[in-house]
């Protein structure tokens, strides 16, 4: 089963691929409402720091917190961003749009599939804000180049969602299409295995976590100045977060032991 990692550092995407990460979505600040576009640096100083292994590199393309309904000039930044990093070599890219009406907006989103064309594409999360995620899904399978849907059926954990997911597997298979739901959101050690035993026996062959914690920043507490920040959480404010080796290696053993595999992944790393 293929796992994938979301991380926003270099030490995280360390962790995560020595763990048995075989795939990295690369964001920055995910701490902020699910992350935003990575620096080309990072995306560079990643797949460097990952060269030694067999991992995929999709990135995130979104170019502001907020909701997914971009403006003209906002594309416009996501297709230059999208153009960008494919000089960088990495797998594929990571966005979604939707439209006033918080339905997938299925022109800008072929706009950016068409610009990212021949790497693949996930449709992310955004896809959990449509109200009806069956309608959501044929409209998603209608875009020819993308690949898959990262989904949390439509709640805020995937784990609370298995009869939405267990819909939209079904709606697949009577699609006959070719797009991998990948559940995401809420997967750690404890929650995997009874997600995927409820799924079933519909086939789950790739996952999605982030697997991180918020840890203590660099700077020394007596040395911070009380009463300043920067306009984030004042509870995270001197934090750093960061992708735990520990709560990826539980999940990748999961993987491992589970029926339900992608031919020729399960062993990776």
């Known amino acids: 089963m293929l796992l994938e990692v979301c991380v926003d550092s270099v030490e995280s ?24 576009t990575p620096s080309l640096g990072l995306v560079q100083c990643i797949k460097s720091s990952v060269s030694d292994y067999d991992v995929d590199c999709m990135v995130m393309i979104r170019p502001r917190a907020g909701d997914f309904c971009y403006t003209e000039d906002e ?27 918080s339905e997938i907006d299925v022109e800008q989103t072929m706009r950016l599939v068409q610009t990212a064309s021949p790497l693949d594409v ?18 998603v399978s209608k875009i020819r180049g993308v690949q898959r849907i990262l989904t949390s059926g439509g709640r805020p954990k995937a784990p609370s969602s298995c009869d939405i997911l267990r819909a939209l597997y079904a709606e697949k298979e009577r699609l006959r299409s070719s797009i991998i739901i990948m559940p995401g959101s809420g ?12 799924l079933a026996p519909y086939e789950v062959n790739e996952v999605h976590l982030s697997g991180g914690t918020w840890h203590e920043g660099r700077i020394k507490p007596e040395t911070r ?16 977060w960061q992708t735990s080796f520990e709560a990826v290696s539980k999940v990748r053993d999961i993987c491992n032991n589970n029926k339900r595999s992608t031919p020729g992944r399960v062993d990776d790393i």
């Open 122 to 139: 996930t449709f992310h999360r955004a896809f959990d804000l449509v109200p009806d995620l069956v309608r959501a899904l044929n409209d």
């Open 187 to 198: 997967i750690n050690a404890l929650t995997l295995q009874p997600l995927l035993d409820s």
């Open 75 to 101: 594309i416009q930044v996501m297709l230059r961003d999208i153009q960008n990093f494919k000089t960088c070599g990495v797998t594929g890219f990571v966005f979604g749009v939707l439209t006033p009406d």
């Open 13 to 36: 995407s360390k962790n995560a691929v020595a763990a048995g990460a075989n795939r990295l979505e690369i964001c920055g600040a995910l701490g902020i409402g699910g992350g935003l």
């Open 225 to 240: 100045k009380k009463g300043m920040g920067m306009g984030s959480d004042i509870t995270t404010e001197w934090k750093i």
